[in-house]
């Protein structure tokens, strides 16, 4: 098996999101497939086969954090189509089967692919005891995102609280299914983004994630209804930062983004 290291959402190496990619004849049982995540231990590792030509869509696909198997993961969609263009093993538009439906890829001549993805339905909910402490922040607003994110959205104060937060992650994962968007307005548009967000996952293994695209399908509709515009650029104010350029058609939301394979090499065990 080949196995490349792709990072996502960004243009140069060594910044955006990693992500595992294996391009497979068929999935092999689901202990071998978490075991390769586990070994590659980034956020996402993902596995996909070709279909038969005439269906749905044209390549399976499934995504596993190092802990578990995920229903949508954004980031390692597109390293997915970035190798299958990059490498010529599929050419234009690629239609993905997966948990959370069909997700197509398409590919622009500057490099950058777009992913046409479920809008996350947003929900009022509640803002429950002992969250404020766990992030490190009191929330103003909570929202959650549905089954296939499974994240609960929280509007911050503002950008500067955001890219403070040193949240206790054993105690935040109490609190949502999958973790916690934690999201603010940019405090200069200037800059080149009209949201910031940063991404706790520690139900899946994963404290913080650099680049989320799953969690930009509920920052969409969210920031779209506030700022009054369908098209926004939101920054992940990681660590390791990435920009997301998204688009809300509706219950579509459109990610793109661009991504750089940084290692290649041969899966032996």
């Not at 999101?17 to 999935?27: E, H, I, T």
């Not at 490190?136 to 955001?162: K, M, R, Y």
């Not at 219950?251 to 032996?268: H, K, Y």
Request: hydrophobic share 40%; with cysteine.
């Amino acid at each position: 098996m080949r196995i490349r290291i792709v990072d996502a959402f960004t243009d140069r190496p060594f910044a955006g999101n990693p992500a595992g990619v294996l391009l497979l004849d068929a999935f092999p049982d689901d202990d071998r497939l978490q075991n390769v995540a586990m070994e590659v231990n980034h956020a996402e590792t993902a596995f996909a086969h070709p279909l038969p030509e005439g269906g749905e869509a044209d390549w399976a696909l499934r995504w596993f954090t190092p802990a578990a198997e995920v229903a949508m993961c954004g980031h390692a969609t597109l390293a997915t189509a970035h190798v299958l263009h990059s490498t010529g093993t599929h050419e234009g538009r690629v239609r993905f089967a997966t948990r959370s439906g069909v997700l197509v890829a398409e590919p622009h001549e500057d490099g950058s692919i777009t992913l046409d993805f479920p809008t996350a339905p947003l929900t009022p909910a509640d803002i429950t005891e002992g969250i404020a402490d766990a992030l490190g922040a009191e929330p103003g607003a909570a929202f959650d995102t549905g089954p296939d994110v499974g994240d609960l959205l929280l509007e911050l104060a503002d950008e500067e609280t955001v890219r403070a937060l040193r949240p206790d992650h054993k105690a935040l994962g109490a609190h949502s299914a999958r973790g916690i968007i934690a999201t603010a307005r940019a405090e200069d548009p200037s800059r080149g983004y009209d949201y910031v967000s940063r991404c706790f996952f520690p139900n899946v293994g994963i404290d913080e994630d650099p680049v989320t695209g799953s969690a930009h399908t509920a920052l969409a509709p969210y920031w779209s209804e506030r700022l009054g515009r369908p098209g926004l650029t939101g920054l992940q104010a990681s660590p390791r930062p990435g920009r997301v350029r998204t688009e809300l058609r509706g219950d579509r939301t459109l990610l793109s983004g661009r991504a750089v394979t940084v290692i290649e090499g041969e899966l032996l065990a």
